[in-house]
């Protein structure tokens, strides 16, 4: 069990800096994910904590150790791949059991390792077979067995799930989960999912262009977004961003409202919409609108709500639920 | 099941259709007229080129025949017999397999250790990966002719080395014991770029992810090149393994200009054997007959590295 710590980190490949200057500490035992864009350094970032990459200055701290010079293997940690990265030429057992063979652990404990990831991740039936004879989901599994094994303090992921399809996608989150829970191991966790990031982690970390805009607990990105970036990040549909004279303020440059923060009547409202476009997903109902002299406005509604693409609406945003967001971009302290 | 049903006619689905059923409905998707207009360059080409010498070769081993004229004098199995009581044959094969050997089990780890140093895409990289290319891109007429100059203890470079070392100059390709051995350090320096390149492509098509799980695993580098590199580019090695074989049975334009097979027939292959005793002494039959015995070797070697290793490679 470890906190990671990172202090004042910098990385440059040649004369492009991609992450400026970062400060971050992951606690002991927590499910923390990374989110942002692509290209933001969010590899980059997993790739210093392992040991991949150095950082151009700066430090990085495991378990208040400095590892910063450390090799990836005396670091305590483990990583699963997007790509698995498994050895081809090596049966399941074999991959799984590597680590462990490097370390010259002995024969019987080994065999009691592998057995119990093996039993852990439901992969009895497959420790024969070599990677290719196995489906996306197992060498998923497979990959992660080889972290198990070697009982790292932090286990790092960048994006593992992303080859799989929506349905394995969704297992394999829940054995995430609950391998968390029995393992209660520091797990660190990239990924672009938005439904990933907010059942995970205990702490989401919104990277944008190597920096860190936020972090916090899921709800508490959700309810209280501190920039107009994590505003429009966290959150799907994406959160209405619309200039302070939707609400007539001009200290306000931009306000943001949920979609499902917004009430729709057919007689009268705070702003005229046409619809444009309406999903509907079942449990519930995406309407895609134009407001009058404010632009693209997203409703979400009840499933059983019908609209009619072309349909003239009004609009009212709740107030409670406002977010309001000033010249500099950050949220401003007072209420709507 | 009804017999009468509509899809019979396409047989049922899963069963192989026959030739004719496939003509007959069609089905070759124009495979047939593209065999039949294709084949035929190849297969004359391979006829003319390949086929036709072998035979004619293969007729004349069986004639005392010096090249003029329609061989007569036929002599039946001798020429054979010859070859196998010929004590520089036995000398030249003995040399061959030498050269099979230097080149799996010195010239193919030099490669390997090479590649591996070089392998990445670096300018540095790319510099070195062009010297070590150099030698295998000059002909071997000028290869033999540079080396036999280097090797001259009167006026080449080992001669100034022997004079500023203050010793006597050494001339080995003149000496019945160092000759084959320099020869040797010819054919490997002017060989091993093709098998260090052979080894660079696999090399980069290894994911670097799989060295980086590797050395999270805890792999030393040379842990990482056993266990990860070298199982990964085992198929290169097994084809750049082949045409080690395969080009030491085949030495022979090296060798003319640095020892000409001397001193006193030490440094022969079975191909300046061939060339030796056969062409330039115009008995063509005999020479034949060497032919005969390299490409019965040859295509055995062939066929048994295909069955051996190449199949078990690639699945
Ligand atoms: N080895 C490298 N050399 C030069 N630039 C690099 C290198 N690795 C990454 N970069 C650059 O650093 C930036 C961040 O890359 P990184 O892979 O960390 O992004 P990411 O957030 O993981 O993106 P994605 O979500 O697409 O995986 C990119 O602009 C990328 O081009
Ligand atoms: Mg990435």
Redesign the interface.
């Known amino acids: 069990m470890a906190e990671v710590r990172l202090q004042n980190v910098n990385k440059s490949f040649g004369n492009v800096t991609v992450i400026p200057d970062l400060n971050l500490t992951v606690p002991d035992g927590s499910f923390t994910v990374l989110v942002g864009p692509s290209g933001c350094g969010k590899s980059t970032l997993l790739r210093t904590i ?3 990459e150095m950082p151009t200055s700066g430090q990085v701290l495991i378990g208040g150790e400095d590892v910063t010079l450390q ?3 005396n670091r305590g ?3 699963v ?1 997007q ?1 698995y ?1 498994l ?3 090596m049966t399941v057992e074999q991959n799984i059991d ?2 462990l063979r ?2 010259k652990i002995p024969a019987a404990e080994r065999k009691e390792r592998v057995a119990e990831a093996a039993r852990i991740l439901a992969l009895q039936d497959h420790l024969d077979r070599r990677p290719g004879q196995l489906s996306g989901g197992q060498r998923q599994r497979v990959a992660i067995g ?1 972290s198990i094994v ?1 009982h790292p303090k932090v286990f790092l992921f960048d994006e593992p799930l992303s080859n799989l399809d929506a349905a394995l996608r969704t297992q394999m989150r829940v054995e995430l989960a609950q391998l968390h829970q029995s393992i209660d191991a520091t797990m660190i966790y990239v990924t672009h999912d938005q439904v990933e990031a907010m059942t995970l982690a205990d702490q989401i970390v919104v990277m944008n262009a190597g920096r860190i805009e936020q972090v916090g607990p899921p709800m508490e990105l959700y309810e209280a977004p501190q920039t107009e970036f994590v505003a429009s990040f966290i959150g799907s549909p994406k959160m209405n961003l619309l200039p302070g004279s939707a609400i007539a303020r001009d200290d306000v440059r931009t306000v943001g409202i949920r979609p499902e923060h917004i009430l729709v009547d057919r007689t009268g409202g705070d702003w005229a919409a046409r619809t444009q476009v309406v999903e509907t997903l079942g449990a519930d109902t995406i309407a895609y609108m134009v407001a009058d002299g404010l632009g693209d406005v997203t409703v979400r509604l009840p499933g059983h709500v019908r609209l009619k693409a072309g349909e003239q609406l009004y609009l009212t945003p709740e107030r409670q639920n406002l977010h309001l967001f000033g010249q500099d971009g950050r949220r401003m302290k007072e209420a709507a | 099941m009804a017999a009468s049903a509509p899809s019979q006619v396409y047989s049922a689905p899963g069963r192989r259709l026959s030739l004719t059923e496939r003509l007959r409905l069609g089905l070759n998707n124009g495979r047939i007229s593209a065999t039949l207009i294709l084949l035929p360059p190849a297969l004359i080409l391979f006829t003319l080129f390949v086929m036709l010498p072998l035979g004619e070769s293969f007729y004349y081993s069986f004639f005392n025949w010096n090249g003029y004229g329609v061989p007569t004098d036929f002599v039946g199995l001798q020429n054979y017999q010859r070859i196998a009581d010929h004590s520089v044959f036995h000398v030249a094969v003995g040399n061959t397999v030498k050269i099979v050997a230097v080149s799996l089990f010195l010239q193919m780890p030099l490669a390997l250790l090479l590649a591996l140093l070089i392998y990445r895409k670096t300018p540095t990289n790319a510099f070195f990966r062009l010297v070590f290319f150099l030698p295998y891109i000059l002909a071997e007429v000028a290869a033999g002719l540079i080396w036999s100059f280097v090797f001259d203890g009167n006026y080449g470079v080992s001669a100034s080395l022997a004079q500023s070392l203050g010793t006597e100059p050494f001339f080995i390709l003149a000496d019945r014991d160092w000759a084959f051995v320099a020869v040797m350090t010819v054919i490997v320096w002017k060989y091993f770029g093709f098998h260090m390149m052979i080894y660079i492509a696999a090399l980069q098509g290894v ?1 670097e ?2 060295v ?8 030393k580098r040379p ?1 990482i090149v056993r ?2 590199l070298v ?2 580019i ?1 198929p290169a090695i097994i084809v750049s393994a082949f045409f080690a074989i395969i080009g030491a049975l085949q030495v022979f334009d090296l060798i003319i200009p640095l020892t000409n097979g001397g001193p006193s027939n030490q440094t022969h292959t079975i191909v300046t054997y061939l060339y030796t005793f056969g062409l330039t002494r115009l008995n063509i039959g005999f020479g034949s007959a060497v032919g005969v015995i390299l490409f019965i070797v040859a295509i055995t070697v062939a066929v048994f590295y295909q069955r051996f290793f190449m199949k078990r490679g690639q699945s």
């Open positions: 392992a040991g991949l090799e990836p293997s940690i483990s990583m791949f790509s990265a050895y081809p030429h590597f680590g490097l370390a080889r070697r | 994911p992810d799989l980086e799980a590797a050395r999270i695993e805890g792999a842990q266990y990860v199982p990964q085992k």
